[in-house]
Nanobody, 128 residues
Framework: VQLQASGGGLVQAGASLRLSCTAS?????????LGWFRQAPGKEREFVSA????????RYAESVRGRFTISKDNAKSTVYLQMNSLKPEDTAVYYC?????????????????????WGQGTLVTVSS
């Protein structure tokens, strides 16, 4: 499966952005869970959010809880990350990732090295 992330850009603090990640290739998108990770310059890749295969289960990093919302449209093979009240510390390249092994979602959803499929990343820059 190939993942294509989009929606990044340059915004001021307090603004909103919505990232999208669309899957293509031989997919049964409803059988995948998806994650968003981000990597700021000089820092390790960190977990942002994840969503289960049906879209009813979600996970968030504490740093974004209450500001970011993840959602999934299986019919469009797309996962979204709605980012509100953006802060300068949210500046990073955002990556979407996917996997089908459900045991990973239950126990290691926040571990980037557990995901098999990755998108190319989209840059989010938040100015103060």
């Amino acid at each position: 499966v190939q993942l294509q992330a989009s929606g990044g850009g340059l915004v001021q603090a307090g603004a909103s952005l919505r990232l999208s990640c669309t899957a293509s290739g031989p997919t049964a998108f409803g059988s995948y869970f998806l994650g968003w990770f981000r990597q700021a310059p000089g820092k390790e890749r960190e977990f942002v959010s994840a969503i289960g295969w049906s879209g009813s289960s979600t996970r968030y990093a504490e740093s974004v809880r209450g500001r970011f919302t993840i959602s999934k449209d299986n019919a469009k093979s797309t996962v979204y990350l709605q980012m509100n009240s953006l802060k300068p510390e949210d500046t990073a390249v955002y990556y979407c990732a996917a996997d089908r092994h459900r045991s990973i979602y239950y126990t290691h959803y926040d571990k980037f090295d557990q995901y098999t499929y990755w998108g190319q990343g989209t840059l989010v820059t938040v100015s103060s």
